[in-house]
């Protein structure tokens, strides 16, 4: 039975990898809501998110099926459902066909005082209400950026290609897609990740996962009790070696015969090349028959926690240290917006900034391309977060594609016709920059654009007319501001709302009946 694991491992590893990779990728909006969520259901971090936004439910449980097989076996997410560190694993294999060498792992000491400290930073920064640092190191996030930012946009371009030739062909089966604008600011966090983490596993395996991984640590702590461990029987060992070789975790001692199971990864490298099958499961609920000796007090560990916790109180509060600066220029009146606009959905920005760990799957998944990563746009405690920025597109008046691909439940799941009533933001409109007011020039672009009519045309000298904004059925769409020709500071404008709430209903004019009676057809 032992020599099968490895290639069952491998199997469901490879179908959840190409899985998760194609939802950040399908632009043509192949996958239905229930494929989001299952394929999301048994991502760690997200799922214990959504457990306690929406109070429980087996929606939200995928954690807890994980926190359970870890108790059983160890930590079999980590090499089966993790896309980073299946994405790890890809990258060592191949970085092996291109070594002149045969490559070989070989045991290394625990960092334990680094790991366990990153994830006493993290947990205590989110229990203070930041986000920001379990974004940053999570996972599945991590790979969710790596998918948005980098390779969707190769993938669009390939389906570009191979739609000229098509065309070329007459063949029509392909269409070209537009490449949404990608702000390069916001690339290069991912870039310092992706060069990072493809370093450590082509030179030191699943370094990232035992060593700065929040989900990892955790799931180390768990595999300490797990009640099935890995163990080498010391009667048919030969300590030939192979087993802590083929380690990637680095976990295998050969010397003593022992595996460091909180790193291990279940990957089953070990049971694969074992000649003499001494890697086996053994029941570890066993009472351990050896005098327990009093465990000496590492006050360094205790100190540097310590520190790391005053630290991060301190730093909670920096939310605001750096702001984007615009140009101005001396014709056009700058504005500034208050709150940059979230999507419908999220409530309201504190619940988005506590519960969005910018996974980008919402940015893949947007039609129109308004929702983007920021960067400093809100302060550290946003970096990363998708907001909707309407000056690069509009949000679609019929969409609520982000609310049904959200796994963390930052945005809440939306029908259309609430979307249509859900105010994230309301129009403003500066008419020192109208070219109606400062060129006597005919517009009216963002009246023609306005789903709800919250902006018209009301009359201004001559034939001319100027818009005229109505804030109470608003919804916030931005597709007024996408219109609007006026650069750098636009005439008309989207602040988001704090939070979100309903928009009136727009009048609907009726028709006069005698004009429908004398209608000449």
């Known amino acids: 039975m032992y020599r099968y694991l490895k290639g069952i491992r491998v199997t469901l590893s490879l179908l959840f990898f190409i899985a998760i990779t194609f939802l950040f990728l399908d632009f043509a909006g192949l996958f239905v809501t229930s494929v989001f969520n299952g394929v999301t259901f048994l991502q760690f971090v997200p799922s214990v998110i959504k457990f306690f936004v929406i109070g429980g439910g087996l929606i939200a449980l995928g954690f807890v099926i994980i926190l359970i097989i870890n108790l059983l076996v160890g930590r079999v997410y980590c090499s089966t459902v993790c896309p980073l560190g299946i994405f790890q694993d890809v ?8 070594r002149k060498k045969k490559f070989r792992f070989k045991y290394s000491k625990p960092y334990n005082f680094l790991r366990y400290g990153i ?4 947990v205590i920064a ?39 030739i098509f065309e070329k062909l007459h063949i029509y089966a392909m269409y070209v897609v537009e490449i949404k604008h990608v702000n390069l600011l916001t690339l290069i966090i991912p870039a310092v990740f992706f060069v990072g983490i493809i370093w450590l596993a082509v030179t030191k395996g699943r370094l990232y996962c035992n060593t700065i991984c929040p989900v990892g640590s955790f799931l180390g702590l768990v595999s300490k009790v797990s009640m099935f461990k890995l163990n ?3 009667s048919s060992c030969t300590q030939c070696g192979k087993c802590a070789f083929a380690c990637k975790s680095s976990c295998i001692n050969i010397k003593t ?16 090349s074992c000649n003499t099958e001494s890697v086996k499961y053994k029941f570890a609920w066993v009472p351990a028959k050896k005098e327990t000796i009093p465990p000496s007090t590492d006050k360094t560990k205790r100190d540097f926690l310590l520190k790391s916790a005053l630290i991060t109180v301190g730093a909670a509060g920096l939310t605001d240290v750096v702001k984007a600066v615009s140009n101005a220029t001396a014709k056009l009146k700058p504005y500034k917006k ?3 606009v979230t999507p419908p959905g999220s409530i309201n920005v504190h619940h988005f900034a506590e519960k969005c760990t910018a996974c980008h799957l919402c940015v893949s998944a947007c039609p129109t391309g308004t929702l983007k990563p920021r960067f400093f746009e809100s302060g550290i405690s946003g970096l990363l977060q998708p907001y909707m920025d309407q000056s690069v597109n509009f949000c679609n008046f019929e969409c609520v594609r982000c609310s049904e691909v959200c796994p963390t439940g930052a945005i809440l799941p939306l029908t259309v016709e609430k979307k249509k009533l ?17 060129k006597n020039t005919a517009c009216g672009s963002c009246s023609e654009h306005c789903p709800t009519q919250a902006v018209k045309m009301v009359p201004y000298k001559g034939k001319l007319t100027i818009p005229e904004v109505n804030q109470e059925i608003c919804i916030g769409c931005g597709a007024c501001e996408y219109a609007c020709p006026v650069r750098p500071y636009r005439a008309i404008y989207v602040d988001g709302n704090e939070f979100h709430k309903p928009a009136k209903k727009p009048e609907s004019k009726k028709l006069d009946e005698k004009q429908i009676e004398e209608f000449p057809f």
């Open 422 to 438: 859900t105010q994230v933001g309301v129009v403003n409109f500066v008419i020192d920059n109208c070219i109606v007011y400062t």
């Open 338 to 340: 208050k709150f940059l």
């Open 119 to 122: 994830l006493a930073i993290v």
């Open 232 to 234: 080498i029987e010391d």
């Open 91 to 98: 990258i060592t294999f191949f970085s092996k066909l291109f």
């Open 257 to 272: 015969k022992e595996i460091d199971f909180s790193r291990c990864v279940a990957c089953y490298n070990c049971v694969k």
């Open 126 to 164: 989110f229990l203070l209400g930041s986000v920001t640092l379990l974004a940053l190191l999570d996972p599945y996030s991590i790979y969710g950026r790596f998918s948005s930012d980098f390779m969707r946009p190769l993938y669009i371009l390939g389906n570009n290609l191979l739609a000229v």
